[in-house]
């Protein structure tokens, strides 16, 4: 595996250095000098994270007003080291409070000193996990006035999750009412063309879940996918129940749930971390069930005046309904005056963004409200160049939706002392990049 990190620096937005860490001997105590003249003073930082410069590569990132540059001089894994980064800065700001300025940083030199000793070894990272520094790094961090209330401490015994294979979780919580909540959010990514053809269409979806469960509970959470579904009718020896069921694409799960487990039986069985966390992601392509159909006209009628009429069917049911929906239709520029005509929500010309702005509060299901407007423009004497049209842009909630069609067939929870618990889920459907062309 290719090293993370030769050397960390720490810096402010002057290019000063308030604390570094030298992992291995491959590149000079001085490398800092030359990413402030080669990057800071060329004022090049937002142009790409990455630089070479005399052999060595940089990797920066910008948190609050301090820099963090990551030195390597041989073959490093880029995606590890920004990584670590991200958690690494999760770290400090769980001891600090919510905190991660130049002010926690010089207020906590030796507590950050312990933690990049612990964090990364040789070059190589190591355990990043809060809940487990914690058990044995026990200094708490200068916090600042309007940082979080600490958290509660946890338990002393650090064996279990320093060496054993459920890490992410420590032993002994307790809860007077074990809950689980489960959210599926999904964002449905639309590119239609003028002729009503999808050119384009993808839903990325991820699962959310808050844990609050004494002990240590084994989940497993059934979807109506189509390999598990054929899977548990294959160990059970029993016809697949009919019912729509979906195929999964490019699924990342969080590191709590059992690999081997899913390869041989195709059932997603974890134990949680405590609180909130990301179950796992995943991708659709065929089959998405689109919420909203838009049929725009627009008509050009000379070089003064435009008339425009759009519809927008909702295709969910009609006991549903979706929040906050704004469609975006775009103008010219030399837009003049516009008057609407809305058989529901509120219209409006926004010259900021050129666009005529439609929005609906609460849109719905099985319903057709249509807009008409007339746009006047301003009359120039220069030749009238082309206008390009660009797509009419939608933003949408529908809860209680996926356009996947996504199922959550249920969710046990078994832990050894028998306690009942209450599960909660909950579907929400929004819109990614929502597109029509007219």
């Given at each position: ?17 308030l ?15 030359a ?5 800071m ?26 820099y963090?540059?990551?030195v ?6 880029v ?33 950050i000193?312990?933690l ?7 070059g190589?990272?190591?355990n ?17 006035p309007f ?27 307790v ?36 844990c ?13 996918d ?11 020896s ?20 059992n ?9 997603v ?11 796992m ?12 159909r ?9 070089r ?21 929906v ?22 409006k ?13 609460k ?39 996926t ?9 046990k ?12 889920v ?9 597109e029509?062309?007219?």
């Open positions: 595996m290719p090293v993370a990190a030769s050397a960390i620096y720490f810096l402010n937005l002057r290019g000063d250095v604390i570094n860490r030298l992992y291995r001997d491959d590149v000079g105590g001085n490398m800092v000098d990413f402030r003249m080669h990057i003073q060329t004022k090049e930082l937002g142009t790409c994270p990455v630089r070479q410069i005399g052999g060595c590569s940089f990797f920066y990132m910008r948190i609050s007003n301090v963090i540059v990551i390597v001089s041989s073959n490093a894994n995606a590890c080291a920004f990584k670590f980064v991200v958690e690494a800065v999760a770290l400090f700001k769980s001891y600090f409070g919510g905190a991660f300025d130049e002010d926690a940083i010089r207020n906590n030199f030796v507590l000193y312990e990049l000793d612990e964090i990364m070894d040789f190589y990272p190591q990043l996990s809060p809940e487990i520094l914690k058990l044995y790094i026990t200094q708490e961090g200068v916090r600042s940082s979080s209330k600490p958290t509660d401490k946890p338990v002393p015994n650090a064996t279990l999750q320093v060496t054993g294979a459920v890490g992410w979780r420590r032993e002994g919580l809860y007077k009412k074990n809950e689980v909540f489960l959210d599926i959010v999904e964002s449905v990514n639309l590119l239609m063309s003028s002729k009503g053809s999808v050119l384009r269409c993808d839903v990325t979806g991820k699962i959310l879940m808050k609050f469960l004494s002990g240590m509970p084994d989940l497993k959470l059934g979807l109506n189509k390999i598990g579904l054929e899977k548990e009718s294959q160990l059970k029993r016809p697949t129940k009919s019912g729509k069921t979906i195929e999964l694409d490019d699924v990342t799960f969080h590191q709590c749930v690999l081997t487990r899913f390869n041989s039986e195709k059932t069985s974890f134990v949680p971390p405590d609180g909130e966390f990301e179950l992601k995943y991708r659709i392509t065929e089959g998405v069930n689109l919420p909203f838009v049929l725009p006209t627009i008509k050009e009628l000379g003064t005046r435009m008339e425009v009429n759009v519809k927008v069917k909702s295709v969910f049911g009609a006991k549903m309904f979706a929040l906050g704004v469609i975006k239709i775009p103008v010219p520029k030399q837009t003049a005056k516009t008057s609407f005509q809305v058989t529901s929500g509120r219209a010309y926004n010259a900021a963004i050129d666009c005529l702005v439609w929005k609906i509060r849109f719905p299901g099985q319903t057709e409200p249509t807009m008409s407007a007339e746009v006047e423009l301003i009359s120039t004497m220069a030749e009238k160049k082309s206008w390009t049209r660009p797509p009419i842009q939608m933003e949408f909630q529908v809860p209680m939706f356009a996947s069609g996504l199922r959550v067939r249920f969710l929870v078994w832990e050894k002392s028998g306690y009942n618990t209450v599960e909660w909950r579907y929400i459907t929004k819109a990614g990049s929502y029509i062309r007219c």
